[in-house]
């Protein structure tokens, strides 16, 4: 039997990656770096696509008709124009609820991580100044039984609640809507972010990318925080205004900042690199080898369920 052919623009974890070998005639372009007529050309004949960089509206219009759904290993999808897919009857599968705990492990280590100086303490220990005269270690904040304010509570901003509450911390959070009471766990609604932020003494970003979201945080926003709050973002770079969190790293508005996630990366802001107070990690919410192995089999099952004619499991619906 013939195999549907795929365009395949990145390569999944071993277990999920033989699937698509076993099912699809592949035309790989994973390690490639092609220009966007490079790309029309290796998808002629291809009827959907695993997808690697960015697909924005331009490159999705000349793609040619046979096409017929894009498949994303991530659970966000800020790098591919789903309107422009959709309107040219292309859908767009993606790979939420499997990252969920993973992600919200890596809020905690960044929560953490920033309160306690991890940065200072790993650096210490690595170049051997421990023990050194005048190595004493700044001093961090606590973080048991404090606030912290949740700006997006779905499944990731839902499953660091949890964790937070192992902490004895009070949680607050804002959302487009407000939960039941189940999901919210005892959590603390409000109807803005300008509610929420005067309880954000830690305030950790669970929003998805979107152009309402694309910077939310700003200076005006960080204003209406307490002095000395501790930043958290594991979700997406362009939901804070760098400018703002740097300055208000620097004047000591925040305490610290824990980031996973940054602008234009991995070209993030350089002066990020210059301050202390800043514990970093190079996006890696959902790289556990479990996590990765889950979400390239949901990458994968998408792909196979729509061309055995079923439902994908995971369709982005805007
Ligand atoms: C996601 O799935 O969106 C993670 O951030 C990894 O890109």
Known sequence: MTKTKLLVARHLPKTPMQKIYDNFDIVDIAKDSLTD????????????????????????????????IFSTMSVGFDHIDVAAANARGII??????????????????????????????????ATG?????????????????????????????RAFAKLARGLSMEVHYYNRSRLSADLEQGAIYHETLEKLLPHAQFLSIHAGLTPDTKHILDAKAIELMPDGAVLINTSRG?????????????????????LDVFSNEPNLNPEYMTLDNVFMLPHVGSATIETRDAMGGRAADNLIEFFNGNDPISVIEL
């Not at 696509?49 to 040619?64: E, H, N, Q």
């Not at 705990?101 to 100086?117: F, S």
Request: aromatic content about 4%; some cysteine.
């Open 238 to 258: 362009d939901l804070v205004v760098d400018d703002a969190v740097i300055g208000a790293l620097k004047s000591g508005k925040f305490f610290a900042a824990g």
């Open 37 to 68: 007529e490079q790309v029309i050309a290796a998808a002629q004949g291809c009827q959907g696509i695993l997808v690697g960089s960015a697909l924005r509206k331009d490159l999705i219009d000349k793609l040619p008709d046979s096409i017929k």
């Open 129 to 157: 100044q421990w023990g050194k005269p005048g190595s004493t270690a700044p001093l961090g904040i606590d973080v048991t039984g404090k606030k912290v304010a949740i700006l997006g509570m779905g499944r990731i901003g």
């Open 92 to 125: 767009v599968c993606n790979t939420p609820s499997v990252l969920d705990n993973a992600t919200a492990e890596i809020a905690l280590l960044c929560m953490l991580g920033a309160a306690r100086g991890a940065n200072w303490g790993h650096t210490q220990v």
